[in-house]
């Protein structure tokens, strides 16, 4: 059974970039440091209240927000606008990407299990203690979805541990990693086929079919617009495939019916739990896609793993400028690809 017969007709999730301004600097991250040092937030144009107010005009909806940055809880006016919205009964689950590094601060405020956190380690940025405590306390207080990390030169050197290593590490503690490829460097200067091969192996292998961009979602009926919908601080509203859909703050309509996609292929990550392709509800995606992740790892062969990880540590094969003389391979799909993910991001 695919999710359009599942979900409920007025399920609807928003995603907010809260800002992108943030405190760390990732070697890796997308955002320019002009950008991750410009304090723009939602906020900027509407106040929170605004917003709290603006959301109402989806009361009738089975609501979930999502909201990502740069670093969203820097902010104490998305903190204060989130406790608000908490209240409303139409709301019902939260997402938030967060290096956590306001973490505590946040949960003097909001301590509530409908928020869930994709928490990002950063080693160059925060130590691992100081991090593994942080997701203790979200896991103490039923509030971490996953823990996310980028498989990238810098982190690993400091980690000093392989990828799948580290997975049992936070699987131990309750905890599921989702290890992602330096897709900055890589679609830059590409990869390195062992070490796609290495973080493909431990992805489940459809969502392989998503992550590397392959047409699966061509025609496929999609909750774009319907059920997933992106709101620019401005209010302004965008489904995945870029098109707008009118202004909260202007009783918006969106499409009535499940809309067949025409892109090339699924621009994100959040809208791939719409696609038809994929078997498991998007409403609260996250909870089945870790359970569906974590047994699929269990039947992963370790010393494969094992012998892989050796091969890319001892080739040097993270991407990184001029690796593998992947800067002349690239191809003119993989530059055209680069191109439409820098767009998509930069709708919001
Ligand atoms: S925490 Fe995220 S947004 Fe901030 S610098 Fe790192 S990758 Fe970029």
Redesign the pocket.
Known sequence: MKYYDTVPQNFLLMRFVVTRY?????P????TDER?GRKKTVFSHHSPDEWIKAIDVFKDRHLELYFT???PLLFDEFIYFLKKALDKGFIHSVRIDS?LSRLEKFLKEINDPKVKFLA?L?PT?VSFDTFSDKVKLLKENDMLALVNLVVSKENMEILNKAPHELARYFEDRGAFLNIAKDFERGLKYGYDEKYKEYIDKLQYPIDNIYMNMQNLHIGAFCGGGKHYISVSRHGNIYSCDGKERGNIFDHPKLPQGIITCNMPYCPSIISYSFSASNGFSPVEHLQDYVKRNKTYRESLDTSYLDSLWQHIEEHDLIPKKGNAGADDNRTLAAKLRSRIIKKIKSLS
């Open positions: 943030c405190n760390f600097r990732c890796y991250c997308y955002l991750r940055g740069g670093e290096n990002s950063h940025q």
